[in-house]
């Protein structure tokens, strides 16, 4: 699996502090504008438009990409226990930060 991530996307954050990437098999590809190879990829699932609106994006190993940060946390819970509890107030992403 693969999750789409930007460095200061607070629901990106949030994820990465919920759960053990690793020990799920995810790996994380961070959209920068200098890892032209994560960008590529994106390209290749057909993602940059998702991206454009919102992040994280996790893509499933079947090639399916969840889009919504509810949809990644419950396929992820679903998984493996949370580290710590989801937080109540996951706001943040108004400045167009959680998205490429």
Same mark, same amino acid.
């Not at 893509?59 to 493996?80: M, N, Q, R, S, W």
């Not at 996951?90 to 490429?100: H, K, M, N, Q, T």
């Given at each position: 699996m693969i999750l789409f991530t930007k460095e200061d996307c607070r629901l990106c954050q949030t994820i990465k502090h919920l759960f053990d990437l690793e020990a799920l098999g995810i790996r994380e590809e961070k959209l920068t504008g200098d890892n032209a190879e994560a960008l590529a990829e994106l390209a290749w699932y057909g993602l940059v438009e998702a991206a454009q609106k919102r992040l994280p994006i996790l893509? +499933? &190993? &079947?090639?399916?990409a969840l889009t /919504?940060?509810? &949809? $990644? $946390?419950?396929? +992820? #819970? #679903?998984k493996t226990p949370l580290r710590s509890s989801t937080p109540a107030h996951l706001d943040g992403c108004e400045d167009? /930060?959680?998205?490429l």
């Amino acid at each position: 699996m693969i999750l789409f991530t930007k460095e200061d996307c607070r629901l990106c954050q949030t994820i990465k502090h919920l759960f053990d990437l690793e020990a799920l098999g995810i790996r994380e590809e961070k959209l920068t504008g200098d890892n032209a190879e994560a960008l590529a990829e994106l390209a290749w699932y057909g993602l940059v438009e998702a991206a454009q609106k919102r992040l994280p994006i996790l893509v +499933l &190993d &079947d090639g399916k990409a969840l889009t /919504a940060f509810e &949809d $990644i $946390i419950t396929y +992820l #819970a #679903a998984k493996t226990p949370l580290r710590s509890s989801t937080p109540a107030h996951l706001d943040g992403c108004e400045d167009g /930060a959680c998205r490429l």
